[in-house]
């Protein structure tokens, strides 16, 4: 494990595999080092071709975490791994990850040669925001109340799981893991998704590095959606079917789609 400070003094921990340029992970909500072990099995398969930092995003893992929260410091501390790694990167990002990855793009575009994306979350039906408005209204009120295992349950809930399953996990010896990182949620769901979650085209527009948009052919349709209307507004952009893949996609069937797009 490595380390770096953000600028705010935020220490940042990640670990760095394998030789070639540099190649940023970023995992999305609730996932760090520890707990993702995709990202980890990714990163092995990539350090074949490049120097790839995985690292605990803050208020996760091993990283510290410094309150107020605001997007810009989640940037700078990319912005701190890429320093580390020589000054430019490419980057890719899962899930709200993704999101994170976009928004790192349009501040520092001059840092990251690509990018790569699978599956951002954003959705334009209009149930669906307003069901992602309440969900994030509900987020904020349970961790101001200091119930950070609701608020996992409130998460949980969102992305499918059963309720009788979501209460069975509650008593495991590895329930105060996900409690511990739920205030994270609010900085994916609030600060970088905003309250309606809705697909940011007019954001999108401003990523000026080639850019693919990843998303399985067994995942929800919404997301089939997204990526399209994100690859039409960044003005270099493609976006990819993985057949047979979900949201929790394979490591090894994206491994080698993202070093042909990044060595290419």
Do not use: C
């Amino acid at each position: 494990m490595k380390t770096v400070s953000s600028k705010d003094g935020t220490v940042i921990a990640f670990d760095q595999s394998g030789t070639g340029p540099a190649l940023i992970l970023i995992h999305g909500a609730t996932q760090y080092r520890a707990t993702d072990r995709s990202m980890r099995q990714l990163a092995d398969l990539l350090a074949r071709h490049f120097t790839v930092v995985q690292y605990d995003r803050r208020g996760r893992g091993e990283s510290t975490d410094t309150l107020p929260f605001a997007e810009e410091r989640e940037i700078e501390d990319i912005e701190a791994l890429i320093d580390a790694v020589g000054g430019s990167t490419f980057l890719y990002g899962m899930s709200s990850g993704a999101v994170l990855a976009m928004e790192a793009v349009t501040t520092l575009p001059t840092k990251i040669r690509k990018l790569a994306m699978y599956e951002p979350p954003f959705n334009d039906d209009e149930a669906a925001r307003q069901r992602w408005k309440e969900y994030t209204g509900q987020l904020r009120e349970r961790l101001a109340q200091g119930r950070r295992g609701d608020a996992m349950a409130l998460f949980l809930r969102l992305v499918g799981v059963p309720a009788e399953r979501i209460e069975g996990m509650r008593p495991a010896p590895t329930w105060p893991m996900n409690e511990a990182v739920a205030p994270t949620l609010a900085y994916d769901h609030g600060a970088l998704m905003g309250d309606e979650a809705a697909v940011p085209v007019e954001r999108a527009a401003s990523v000026t590095v080639p850019t693919l948009i990843l998303v399985g052919g067994a995942s929800y349709g919404f997301m089939h959606q997204t990526a399209e209307k994100l690859a039409r507004a960044i003005p270099d952009a493609d976006w990819r079917t993985l057949e047979g893949q979900t949201h929790a996609v394979a490591a090894p069937v994206l491994a080698p789609v993202l070093e042909e797009f990044f060595l290419s």
